[in-house]
């Protein structure tokens, strides 16, 4: 690749394909799904990648009571777009926000407006490569709910959530933990439509 080509390309991270499902191709954008977490980004992108820059991208908890499913999420270095987006901090974490009380307490020690458990390992990366950092997310979970589940018992040594385990703890509750389950796969795939949208618009 060229010095010329290098420069131009960005690499897209999220934590999962299903993500980064709606995102437009674009010349010089490189998906990748590194798993969740920071110790799974590591892994994924322990080998140099020759690109100009690296997006965190994906699904984020909103923190900030006023956001709705579907809101885009800036931090960080500025982005142009002719879609709306809310800028704020983003809190990076290595496990899940499960209960809304969990998620106050989190707006209030640390004054983010959304968590999510990449971008920090992401960044780091970023800068240990020497290449512009930006994070885009969008809401997935809202900040006036609870998980159906708490995700956190369900992942396995390396950090990957075990869709199996998941799907036998919600029949031990089929009345609360499927519904819920069903309806934060109906924001997930909103959430990646609407990220799909503004990743299609926004320039780095």
Known sequence: MSVAAMSSTWLIVASEARELAAMPARS??????????????????????????????????ALDPTLEIGDIIVAGAEIRS????????ILSAD???VTVAEKRALREHTG?????MESAAVAAKAREWGVPFRCIKVVSDSARE?????????RDDAGHF????????ALRHPFTAIPGLLRLDR????????????LADCQL
């Not at 983010?112 to 999510?116: N, R, W």
């Open 187 to 198: 924001n997930c795939r909103k959430a990646a439509e609407k990220l799909g949208e503004f």
């Open 95 to 97: 496990r899940v926000a």
């Open 28 to 61: 010089g954008w490189l998906p990748l799904a590194s798993g969740p977490g920071s110790r799974l980004v590591s892994e994924a992108l322990r080998e140099r990648r020759q690109v100009g820059g690296i997006v965190s991208t994906g699904f984020c908890g």
């Open 162 to 169: 075990s869709r199996g385990r998941i799907a036998v703890a």
């Open 146 to 154: 609870d998980m159906p589940l708490d995700f956190n018992r369900y």
């Open 82 to 89: 002719s879609r709306p987006f809310v800028r704020g901090e």
């Open 112 to 116: 983010a407006i959304a968590v999510e």
